[in-house]
């Protein structure tokens, strides 16, 4: 689902935890074009602020000066969908199943992570890392830019 969403150049909020979007980057539209219209997009990343606080985490790059507070500057997200996730990715569970087993696994992530230990989590457009309670995201390769041209 994460990566069926971010291909689409939409973001995705699971609520709980995380947020992975995309945002408007000048520098990059001078360098890498794309024609007239066309947008180019970055990959962001923003810990939710209760999973951060519940676990005592931080953000490893909070001082990132180019890192926008104002959520207008990113992409459409859309919402996590428990029971889109269950019928169209699952034969056998119910979306209160997937809801249960997203949950207890973002507490589980998020105990370890605030243990101090090292921690590496694949959600499909990258990897969440943790060290001594420093979180960041690590998007792919793939998805370091995209480049949105207008319809028409």
Known sequence: WVCDVFDKGRGVNLTA????????????????????????????WRMAEGFEKAHGLRNKYKTDKRRPEDAAMFSKSEEINFHKLAMRYSKSLSKDQCFSALRDMFRRIGQVMGEGKDVKVFFGVGDLCSKDKQAWFSFDGHYHRMVKKPLG
């Open 17 to 44: 935890c995380m947020q992975l979007t995309w945002m408007p980057d000048e520098a990059e539209a001078e360098i890498y074009g794309g024609g007239e219209g066309a947008v180019v997009l970055r990959p962001v």
